[in-house]
Nanobody, 120 residues
Framework: QVQLVESGGGLVQAGGSLRLSCAAS????????MAWYRQAPGKQRELVAV???????TDYADSVKGRFTISRDNNWSVYLQMNSLRVEDTAVYYC??????????????WGKGSLVTVSS
C-alpha cells in the first residue's frame, strides 16, 4: 500500500511558475513509476508527466513539453516544476504511482489532488 499527498497548488499569473510536491509513504519500493495527471472541469483526466526506471527516464505530454519538469528524490517524493504557465494549464493536478506497467494497467495509487489556477 502506498499513500500520496500533494501540495504546492495555488493561483498564479500566466507566464509564472509553480512547483508541486508529492510525498509518498508506505510500500514505496514496490513503485515502478510515478506521475502527475491533471483534470479540468468537463475534461478527461490526462497524463502530464511520468518518471520511471528509478528516476532515470521521464516523459511528458506534448502540451507541457519544454515547460514542465518531473523529478523524484531519494525518498520517493515526486515533484513537478511548472514554468511558463498558461491559462489552459488550469486543472486539478493528481500525483499517482504504479506497481506495474502503467500504460497497460494504469496507476494503482492516487493522491487527492491539488488545484492549480492560472489567471490571464
Amino acid at each position: 500500500q502506498v499513500q500520496l499527498v500533494e501540495s504546492g497548488g495555488g493561483l498564479v499569473q500566466a507566464g509564472g511558475s509553480l512547483r508541486l510536491s508529492c510525498a509518498a509513504s508506505g510500500s514505496i519500493f514496490s513503485i515502478s513509476a510515478m506521475a502527475w495527471y491533471r483534470q479540468a472541469p468537463g475534461k478527461q483526466r490526462e497524463l502530464v508527466a511520468v518518471v520511471t526506471d528509478g528516476g532515470k527516464t521521464t516523459d511528458y505530454a506534448d502540451s507541457v513539453k519544454g515547460r514542465f519538469t518531473i523529478s523524484r528524490d531519494n525518498n520517493w517524493s515526486v515533484y513537478l516544476q511548472m514554468n511558463s504557465l498558461r491559462v489552459e494549464d488550469t486543472a486539478v493536478y493528481y500525483c499517482a504511482a504504479a506497481r506495474g506497467y502503467y500504460r497497460v494497467f494504469g496507476m494503482d495509487y492516487w493522491g487527492k489532488g491539488s488545484l492549480v489556477t492560472v489567471s490571464s
